[in-house]
């Protein structure tokens, strides 16, 4: 089977191919091709690639190019994580927002809105040109945000296309693992939207253990979202939420943090992932050595600020573990092409499944997959305070949906100023008139 893998520079992707050198079976992976709009970035990783292969006689044969026709032609699997406007895009995000006061975090808030904008037409158009050169391939998408351009993709593709995130997985193991609990045997009851979620139960043998959890300070206490969100809080919801909702249970905390800090995460990996590139780059340099180091400071400093806020300390070493997004993608592919049946958490169009969303609105919910593609399971229905914050941040992924249709420059205000996380339709304009002045991508806005 052939994997395209659009953002081919990307600095992960070497996790993707590291999956699939450890995949023999019968139908596995066996070509991968590499795009990417920089051939340096691009050189770079190819390189970490084939030293990632060394000793593996079986390792999948890859290619990389800068022609996009070309590397969608007789895609089986076509894996999209591109970044529209680069690193330099995602400081920027950060800086405009935070600015004004208000967070500017890639996914959350108005740095997601930002992010969203600039690259939903740039998917769809990805969207397009997968279904004329390669119509039976499935789209696995970990583009950023990732429910969001999933939904986006959805308009062209349909139900081909399929959102993941290692978030919610990682922290179902976390739990099942506190537990005593085999990862791969419980049942994670979670719902909600991409870095919008709640894990309401987990059973093991017929039984949910969550309320044991929930009920044990010491054990609260003992992990990262535990640490994150402080045992009472996890108490008062009766639920463990996903990470990314500390920006919002604490979003003072979280913005006081991040403008405190000596550099925001998007500058921080901008500077750093340079750094990569230039040594890797160079002639006689173990580019695979060089990109262990970097992955591993990435990981250790994860929401450092958020830490920070909560008085959480340091990552524990349990805690780096993520859920393994490149897993996760494996474990989809091989359950589509074998017809394997797997049970994964994954980004998927509604179809009935939360109250409230209609059946075009993607959810992240888990879902049993098998040759047919995802099908969302039914899940414990969302306490009035979860449902409503899903239902008021998908009508903002909507208006960003309808202004990059129309080029709607009063669409891309209503996602702004209806976002939960922005306090006022005057920062919200202010919010706007920025972006567009920093990224010429949103040039399409009138």
Not at 26 to 42: F, K, Q, S
Not at 317 to 343: P, T
Not at 387 to 399: F, H, M, N, T, Y
Not at 418 to 433: E, G, K, Y
Request: proline share 4%; charged share 25%.
């Amino acid at each position: 089977m052939k994997l395209t893998i659009l953002g081919g520079g990307g600095f992960r992707v070497p996790l993707v191919y590291g999956a699939l050198l450890g995949d023999h079976a019968e139908g596995r992976v066996d070509r991968v091709a590499l795009y990417d709009r920089d051939p340096a970035r691009l050189s770079a990783i190819a390189k970490v690639l084939a030293e990632q292969a060394e000793g593996v006689p079986d390792a999948p044969a890859v290619t990389a190019g800068t022609d996009l026709d070309e590397a969608l032609a007789g895609a089986d699997f076509v894996f999209s994580a591109i970044r529209v406007g680069g690193l330099d895009g995602r400081a920027d995000d950060e800086r405009i927002a935070l600015a004004e006061g208000v967070l500017g975090q890639e996914t959350t808030g108005a740095g997601g809105v930002a992010y969203g904008l600039r690259t939903v037409p740039v998917a769809r158009e990805l969207a397009r040109r997968i279904a004329l050169r390669a119509p039976e391939a499935w789209v696995i998408n970990f583009t950023n945000p990732a429910g969001l351009v999933t939904e986006a993709m959805a308009a062209d593709l349909g139900d081909r296309v399929i959102g993941i995130c290692d978030s919610p997985v990682g922290l179902g193991r976390r739990i099942a693992r506190l537990l005593g609990a085999d990862p791969a045997a419980a049942r994670i009851d979670y719902a909600g939207l991409n870095h919008l979620g709640w894990v309401s139960g987990l059973w093991v043998d017929g039984r949910d253990e969550l309320p044991g959890l929930l009920a044990d300070r010491d054990l609260l206490g003992s992990f990262e979202e535990g640490r994150l969100f402080g045992a009472d809080w996890l108490q008062a919801l009766g639920a463990v939420p996903n990470e990314y909702l500390h920006y919002y249970y604490f979003n003072r905390e979280a913005v006081r943090a991040y403008r405190e800090a000596e550099q925001t995460r998007g500058a921080f990996l901008r500077d750093q992932q340079a750094r990569f590139y230039a040594e890797a780059g160079r002639p006689g340099v173990k580019a695979l050595a060089a990109w262990d180091r970097t992955r591993a400071e990435r990981e250790a400093t994860y929401m450092a600020e958020n830490r920070e806020a909560a008085g959480a300390g340091e990552r524990a070493e349990a805690d780096l573990e993520s859920g393994g997004y490149e897993r996760v993608a494996l474990a989809l592919m091989r359950a589509i092409a074998r017809d394997e049946r797997a049970r994964l958490i994954l980004n998927v169009r509604n179809r009935g499944v939360l109250a409230g969303l209609d059946g075009e609105a993607v959810v992240e919910v888990p879902c049993v997959v098998g040759r047919g593609g995802a099908v969302p399971e039914r899940v414990s229905p969302l306490p009035a305070h979860a449902a409503g914050l899903v239902a008021s941040v998908k009508a903002v992924e909507r208006e960003v949906l309808a202004a990059a249709e129309h080029g709607s420059r009063a669409a891309a205000l209503r996602a702004f100023a209806l976002h939960p996380l922005v306090d006022s339709v005057t920062v919200a304009h202010r919010l706007l008139d920025g972006y567009a002045a920093a990224h010429p991508g949103l040039s399409y806005l009138r």
